[in-house]
């Protein structure tokens, strides 16, 4: 079965500190991995793509990085900001016409 | 370029009735999926719908269905509400089945009592 996990569920740091989120992936066929980010009660909006035929990804202060052996992507956030605070969601395509998401992980940036 | 818009905001229904949410795609944009978030979830896909056929499913009863309207508009139809629909319902907008990104409008927060 095709699943995605993301762990923790919640993470707490200090505004400066440097953001760590885990991606986990059955089946390392994936087409591409997208990461979210949400807002409380709001859509979703895109943050960075890999396809599967790269490695990483950067945007300003984030990076994605993409293991396929291992099935696994992390999403690094450099300098957190009270603003940073959100649920950070990892999406995985296979190929076919739907995102596979994770739980998604809240993340808190304490000023 | 306007983006994915969805209507209406929040929604409050009774068990048992129906509801009928709408989404209007990003310009240019010929296909519309559909995800159901519970709180503290993942979005789960329902539908993806494509020239106004369905275009693929997720693990979700008949009593979900949709409509893709010629100008790629789409709605969601869900009878005999349950509880257990309560959740925040999303559309995304692609340029193809097949495109790699997916834009997502704001969502339908729909609470059944």
């Known amino acids: 079965k095709q699943e995605v996990t993301q762990i923790p569920a919640a993470l707490s740091v200090p505004e400066g500190e440097n953001l760590v989120l885990n991606c986990s992936f059955t089946?390392?066929?994936?087409?591409?991995l997208q990461w979210f980010r949400q807002d409380p009660g709001k859509g979703l909006t895109s943050l960075l793509l890999?396809?599967?035929?790269?490695r990483e990804q950067t945007s300003g202060r984030l990076n994605a990085s993409l293991d396929k052996s291992s099935g696994r992507s992390t999403l690094y956030i450099a300098a957190s900001q009270p603003g940073d605070s959100a649920t950070y969601l990892c999406?995985?395509?296979?190929?076919?016409?739907?995102?596979?998401f994770g739980a998604g992980t809240t993340v808190t940036v304490r000023a | 370029e306007t983006g994915v818009t969805q209507s209406p905001t929040h929604l409050i229904k009774t068990r048992g009735q129906q509801v009928t949410l709408r989404c209007s795609s990003q310009?240019?944009?010929?296909?519309v999926s559909w995800y159901q978030q519970a709180l503290g979830q993942g979005p789960q896909f329902i539908f993806q719908?494509?020239?106004?056929?369905?275009?693929g499913r997720g693990n979700f009863p008949p009593r979900f269905s949709g409509l893709q309207f010629p100008n790629y508009s789409s709605e969601l139809n869900v009878n005999a509400l349950e509880l257990d629909d309560s959740a925040l319902y999303l559309c995304?907008?692609?340029?193809?089945?097949?495109?790699?990104?997916?834009?997502f409008g704001p969502g339908t927060r729909l609470t059944v009592t």
């Open positions: 995304a907008s692609s340029s193809s089945p097949g495109a790699y990104e997916q834009y």
């Open positions: 089946d390392s066929a994936i087409y591409n």
């Open positions: 890999i396809q599967s035929s790269q």
């Open positions: 999406a995985v395509s296979w190929g076919d016409y739907k995102l596979s």
């Open positions: 310009s240019g944009h010929n296909t």
């Open positions: 719908y494509y020239r106004e056929e369905e275009n």
